[in-house]
């Protein structure tokens, strides 16, 4: 458990992240704004997911860089777009210590973006790496930390539909260790395939 919480908060916690992962489902099934085909959706019959797993889920420091760069983020698609490194959470998975850069694409934005890839990438989940939102509203402590939880960690929408183009991972954000928490691999995926190699952000 983190942060010292009891066996009815973390039962409170996984019903409503299973409700969430339900409203999902429901919004890809039947919206019209789904990233699945209309042609598609007959075929459709929900998101896979990891079980809930408490383990996987942190409150964090944000170490704010001082010096916030501006980084060029490669798309899918062959684009390029600019984010700021805001800041990185380090955290222990394991027994190793890894750590995470968080980007914001406008600075004037309180929410924090996440991309990351890990050793489940290619395997359980998707090649090209997941996304995690961090809103302070939402996941801001009393304490002032901020709640980073894999099991909400989703897939691109460029995996559904070709249609899309996303931002990819940087290498700084491959772990080489397995999150096996949050949305893994659409069976159904038409979208790029893409895997990467090299050093990865957690320490022996």
């Known amino acids: 458990m983190q942060g010292g ?4 908060e973390i039962s409170e916690w996984a019903m409503d992240l299973e409700r969430e992962r339900g409203r999902k489902n429901a919004f890809f099934a039947e919206h019209w704004q789904s990233p699945i085909a209309p042609e598609d959706r007959r075929k459709f019959k ?3 997911y990891f079980l809930p797993d408490p383990g996987y889920r ?3 420091e944000l170490h704010e860089h001082e010096e916030k760069k501006l980084v ?3 798309y899918t698609k062959g684009q390029e777009r600019d ?9 222990i998975v394991g027994g190793k210590e890894c750590k995470l850069q968080a980007y914001k694409s406008n600075p004037e934005d309180e929410r924090l973006f996440i991309l990351f890839r890990d050793a489940t990438s290619g395997k359980e989940t998707y090649g090209a790496g997941r996304y995690l939102d961090v809103e ?4 801001r402590t009393a304490e002032d930390k901020w709640s980073l939880d894999f099991n909400k960690a989703y897939n691109p929408w460029c995996v559904y539909s070709k249609d899309y183009t ?6 700084e954000n491959s772990l080489e260790v397995a999150i096996p928490a949050g949305e893994k691999d659409y069976p159904l995926k038409e979208g790029l395939e893409f895997t990467s190699e090299g050093k990865g952000a957690c320490l022996q």
């Not at 919480?5 to 009815?8: L, N, S």
């Open 136 to 139: 302070p509203e939402r996941d």
């Open 166 to 171: 996303c931002p990819l991972v940087p290498q």
């Open 5 to 8: 919480q009891t066996i009815m």
């Open 83 to 91: 984010f700021t490194r805001w800041g990185e959470f380090r955290f």
């Open 46 to 48: 929900g998101l896979d």
């Open 58 to 60: 942190f409150e964090l």
């Open 72 to 74: 060029k983020m490669a």
